[in-house]
């Protein structure tokens, strides 16, 4: 079992910059993928971007690709997405996902955190 708890968000002005945690428990984190995904109430559920686990393997969609940075440091069970010239469509509650690779690129994960909420402002 595996928990996980994000945190980071908060407001930022367009243009600014905002990193988010995803703090992992529980066993065998490390042998996962993870995903970073966002949902806007009433919206499906996005695919941010997603790191493998044993690899430098990384995807990202295409509307953040050049602007967004995720990575992980495996001793801190902690994955990030570094969020740079942020715009207000990226507004939206951020998810993290542990799963197999090919589910989170399906959207998809086996744990997922409860959120956290980024609001860009114009």
């Known amino acids: 079992q595996v928990q996980l708890v994000e945190s980071g968000g908060g407001l930022v002005q367009a243009g600014g910059s905002l990193r988010l945690s995803c703090a992992a428990s529980g066993r065998a984190f490390n042998t996962y993928a993870v995903g970073w995904f966002r949902q806007v109430q009433g919206k499906e559920r996005e695919f941010v971007a997603g790191i493998a686990w044993g690899r430098p393997t990384t995807s990202y969609a295409d509307s953040v690709k050049g602007r967004f940075t995720i990575s992980r440091d495996n001793a801190k069970n902690t994955v990030y997405l570094q969020m740079n010239s942020v715009k207000p469509e990226d507004t939206a509650v951020y998810f993290c996902?542990?799963?197999?690779?090919?589910?989170?690129?399906?959207?998809?994960?086996?744990?997922w955190g409860q959120g956290t909420q980024v609001t860009v402002s114009s």
């Open positions: 996902a542990a799963g197999t690779w090919s589910r989170i690129l399906r959207s998809d994960g086996d744990y």
